[in-house]
């Protein structure tokens, strides 16, 4: 009996301290006073980027099929619409078709800040050029979105950074810490073995330049609408991205005429292979980032959803648990595996000789190249494969959330919107600023742009678009950074 009544003790304990916690865990005080007014011009912005988006500059892995003209075009674009930036600041050609541009600041023992982006798109997938409402390389402007193919990733980024700095210069502000503003040429390229954005880190370190802090694209200020549980918009800053590997996983055999088979041709085998991988998915574990990310979100939802968001140290096994089930999620928390590419024989009637899969990983910080290896080696039963690496990227290095740079960025968030819950997010994709490591610890992964889930899922598909009422807060966030960060 003595059993049960501990145990109901227990439980009401573990209660009490859940209902407390709840009760008394009160969104954090943000500072919400409102920023002083900055003058924008929208509609500049919009011509500029509308133009911008009409310059096919589609990278590609083979630069021999890059059209380079385009990346000239859009930089005499550059010189036409921002007069003083070019008159102002040192602009130098980088490796193919990077810009390094340098605004020398009034401090020279201030460390100076970095502001990325890439010129390059994504091409649209053949067959469906049709399928947008309007033409993807039209820059159509209908008075509610900008349309086209870089609109979200990223000539929106690209062109409020120089429309924020021309802007700055017209009213004569000059800034105490050196700004870079480093724009590559060839972003999409995914695990390039050389890179733009490579090439100016590398020219930056030559120099003996430290960077205080970089911004680069990779979080967005999302609308988060569930019912009555949580209202607000969730400022996501990337302090990390996800590794890259492929691996093809090969097994051998006989070979023949399909008429007279093994009970296993070397297809078979692979597909016990792909068996062994998907059981045997990487360890899923909360890191201290998105324990912090649902402690943020966790302390302005709703009962009875806050009770278990307030109480993470209690229920950080159940929501991992839950997690590792929703796709987008198990990604923030685990390594993930993906069978992409199969191949067997060359002809319906004959035997493969040869039979292979090849597998993405994309992996968390902390799990290497090497590991994912020694993970499939592990848990493959077929220990006669052949493992063979194609190419990656090791994950990055996780940056903090108490410099000045992140506290900038997130005061400047919620003094701009008090609902705004800033928060550090993990990117799964590549950004270019994964190359500035060396030259920078404090590396934040964050675009200005308030948009719904829905449309920030046209980035790389069809009907990318930018909705022209988030434009100007855009324009005010970066001239707003750099006077921040030039004052402090
Ligand atoms: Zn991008």
Redesign the pocket.
């Known amino acids: 009996m003595w059993v049960l009544w501990t145990i109901l003790g227990i439980l009401g304990v573990f209660l009490i301290v859940t209902l407390v916690r709840a009760a008394f865990w009160k969104p954090e005080a943000v500072n919400s006073e409102p920023l002083p007014e900055e003058a924008v011009d929208v509609e500049k912005y919009r011509r500029d980027l509308s133009d911008a988006i009409k310059i096919k500059t589609i990278s590609n892995v083979d630069i021999e099929k890059v059209d380079w003209d385009a990346f000239q075009q859009l930089h005499a674009l550059f010189r036409e619409r921002f007069p003083l930036v070019f008159e102002n600041l040192q602009c130098e050609d980088i490796s193919l078709a990077s810009l390094l541009f340098t605004w020398e600041g009034t401090d020279p023992n201030l460390e100076p800040i970095a502001l990325l982006a890439?010129q390059?798109?994504?091409p649209v997938a053949a067959g469906t050029e049709g399928d947008w409402t309007h033409p993807p390389f039209d820059g159509v402007d209908d008075g509610e979105f900008i349309w086209g193919r870089g609109a979200l990733?990223?000539k929106n980024?690209l062109i409020a950074v120089l429309e924020s700095v021309e802007s700055l210069l017209a009213e004569g502000f000059r800034p105490t810490r050196t700004v870079y503003l480093c724009f590559g040429h060839d972003?999409?390229i995914v695990a390039a073995k050389t890179s733009g954005a490579g090439s100016i880190a590398e020219t930056l370190q030559a120099r003996g330049v430290h960077l205080d802090s970089v911004i680069d694209?990779?979080g967005a200020i999302l609308n988060l609408n569930a019912g009555r549980i949580l209202n607000k918009k969730l400022a996501g800053v990337g302090i990390a991205e996800k590794g890259y590997a492929d691996y093809r996983v090969s097994v051998k055999a006989k070979g023949g005429h399909s008429s007279q088979p093994p009970a296993h041709t070397a297809l078979g085998e692979i597909a016990d292979v792909i068996h062994d991988l998907e059981a045997h998915p990487f360890k899923a574990t909360m890191p201290a980032f998105v324990y912090e990310l649902f402690t943020k979100i966790g302390k302005n939802v709703s009962y009875p959803a806050r009770l278990v968001t307030c109480n993470l140290w209690l229920f950080k096994p159940l929501i991992t648990a839950i997690m590792k089930r929703i796709p987008p999620a198990a990604s923030l928390i685990h390594t993930t595996t993906a069978v992409t590419m199969a191949e067997g024989s060359p002809a319906a009637n004959v035997l493969p000789q040869t039979a292979s899969v090849t597998v993405n990983f994309r992996m968390m910080p902390g799990t290497t190249i090497q590991n994912v290896e020694e993970h499939i080696r592990a848990c493959v039963r077929n220990k006669a494969i052949g493992v063979e690496y194609l190419k990656g990227k090791e994950a990055s290095k996780i940056s903090p959330t108490d410099s000045r740079s992140f506290k900038i960025l997130e005061t400047l968030c919620t003094r701009t919107n008090p609902d705004m819950l800033v928060a550090p997010y993990l990117v799964m994709?590549g950004?270019?600023a994964y190359h500035y490591e060396e030259v920078c610890d404090c590396i934040y992964r964050f675009s200005p742009f308030v948009m719904d889930t829905a449309l920030l899922l046209t980035?790389h598909g069809t009907n990318e678009r930018l909705p022209i009422v988030c434009m100007g807060d855009a324009l005010r966030f970066f001239k707003r950074y750099i006077r921040m960060m030039s004052a402090e």
């Open positions: 890439h390059d798109v994504v990733d990223m980024h972003e999409e694209e990779g994709g950004t270019d980035t």
